[in-house]
């Protein structure tokens, strides 16, 4: 049963996934908010944990940075373990007037200046977008919690650091921010007729450059985003 990146038996990964990009992420969510957590995954240090949030089964394994690395993972997942959700939950840069540090996005379409959709040959553009049930879900619980948050389009980038400091020019077309992974996920997602949804908190702003948080406000910040993920599990 095991996969090239994935050492885990038939059964070991709950139907929902949460995708933090850090394993150190990965292994303080299985820590901190589930409960009987087992480690189900550790080749090359991504280690993946299923244990129970609630009552819920849930399990949790880091994407890497990326595209290529999240589809590795994702489309394993998908594929070869029954995992039938998976639910990002990154950190992204904005470059909305609206958004600021610690605010959420959840990225219902997610713009790419990568190829990873060229692989499936379509004649024009494909639209990655995330599973309508599952951003609904995302919206209500951060209702409920009084979370500032925005839906929209987010912009997947291939670089972190980029020759022409681009990025910006994505900020006329209504896009909300930016990360590195989600449209490959999106499109694993559409590809493998299962479900993904991207929740990113604002970790940096284009615009405002001189908001700064301390890690703490940042690690609480972090954990609202996870509470969110672990509630619309499902
Ligand atoms: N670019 C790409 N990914 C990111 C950024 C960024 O500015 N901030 C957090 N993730």
Known sequence: MATPHINSKEGDFAKT???????LRAKFIAENFLENAVLVNNVRGV???????KGKRVSVMASGMGQPSIGIYSYELYKFFGVENIIRVGSCGSF??????????????????????????????FSPIADYDLTQKAVNACKERGVKYMVGNILSSDTFYDDANSGMEWAKMGVLGVEMESAALYCNAARL??????????????????ENTTAEERQNSFTTMMEIALEIAE
């Open 47 to 53: 280690n993946g944990y299923t244990g129970y949030y």
């Open 96 to 125: 909305h007037k609206d958004l600021h540090v610690r605010d959420i996005i959840i990225a219902m379409g997610a713009c790419t200046n990568g190829n990873y959709a060229s692989q499936y040959r379509l004649p024009g553009t």
């Open 17 to 23: 996934v949460l995708m933090p990009g850090d394993p």
């Open 193 to 210: 007729g299962k479900k993904a949804l991207c929740i990113c908190t604002v970790s940096d702003s284009f615009l405002y450059p001189e």
